[in-house]
């Protein structure tokens, strides 16, 4: 098959990126039988350095009415957040223990005022099963980049082709960070919101990888050919993923939904099929941990 060029990739710059719903997690298995298979399973506000403002008992104030704002907790997300001049910050709200915790993880001041409250009442506004640490911060959204700027950026780009549990999003984000990918492209109706669930999976990762959405995969995966990216779609079907093979080519590498794979249009639309080396019995990975492998994979090409 004919190669190209690969793209020159200048240094990498801030993460930008946009929210979309959250979505319930799928459990089911995609990408065939045998050995290659996977699965899915700013400006700011607030004053530096003010003191908390003390909350009494009773609902969190506003917290019913976000304004297209989202909640984010748990330490890690809500320290990336904070350290991050392209997020507009609503409130912050802090347990007694977490901002001394916070204090001390920031070294500084914080850049919003904080609202003092408890565990029980960010039970209350985020779910029980939110582990939050006793911090949650409401933040708008992250503003869009382009594909053009995606371009910039150096390292392989990540699609996704209706990946709907924002879990796996999330941790997706995060290996993606871990390798230095340039963007994670996501399938626009079929994808999560940038809500808490999948900012607490990213573990900080939505800071600083760009995440977009596409109308039309298909169309982006072609103006990412035009651009001297080859496509690789990550499926049963084809032949092993073999990151050496990549050495003179940037990769845009797509993965699939949960259960179904990549629809026949996306998986078309690629260069080539390739899947995993796994010669134990287990037939796929969740496509989380498959996307993570394929990324280690790809960085052996180096």
Known sequence: ????????????????????????????????????????GGGRSGGRGDRPQRGGRGPLPGAGNTGGANWLYGTHPVVAALGNPARRL????????????????????????????????????????????????????????????????????????????????????????????????????????????LAK????????????????????????KAAGLWTVGLDAGGGTLDGPAFRQRRVALVLGAEGEGLRRLTRESCDEIAGLAMPGDMESLNVSNAAAVALYELTRAG
Do not use: C
């Open 1 to 40: 098959m004919a190669s190209r060029p690969p793209a020159k990739s200048p240094d990498r710059g801030d993460r930008r990126g946009p929210p979309r719903t959250d979505r319930s997690a799928e459990a089911r298995p995609f990408g065939g039988r045998g050995p290659h298979g996977t699965q899915d």
């Open 201 to 224: 999976a990213a573990s900080g990762a939505l800071e600083t990888v760009p995440l977009l959405r596409a109308v039309n995969l298909a169309r982006t995966l072609a103006a990412l």
């Open 90 to 197: 609503r409130r912050l709200l802090l347990t007694e223990e977490a901002e001394a915790a916070l204090a001390s993880r920031l070294g500084g001041p914080l850049p919003l005022a904080p609202e003092r409250t408890d565990r029980a009442r960010l039970d209350a506004l985020l779910g029980r099963d939110a582990v939050h640490s006793g911090m949650a911060l409401l933040a708008d959204p992250l503003p869009t980049p382009s594909l053009d700027q995606i371009l910039q950026r150096p390292g392989p780009i990540l699609l996704l082709d209706q990946v709907t549990d924002p879990r796996n999003v999330g941790a997706i984000l995060r290996s993606a960070a871990a390798f230095g990918v340039a963007a994670v492209i996501v399938q626009d109706r079929n994808a999560p919101d940038e809500t808490g669930v």
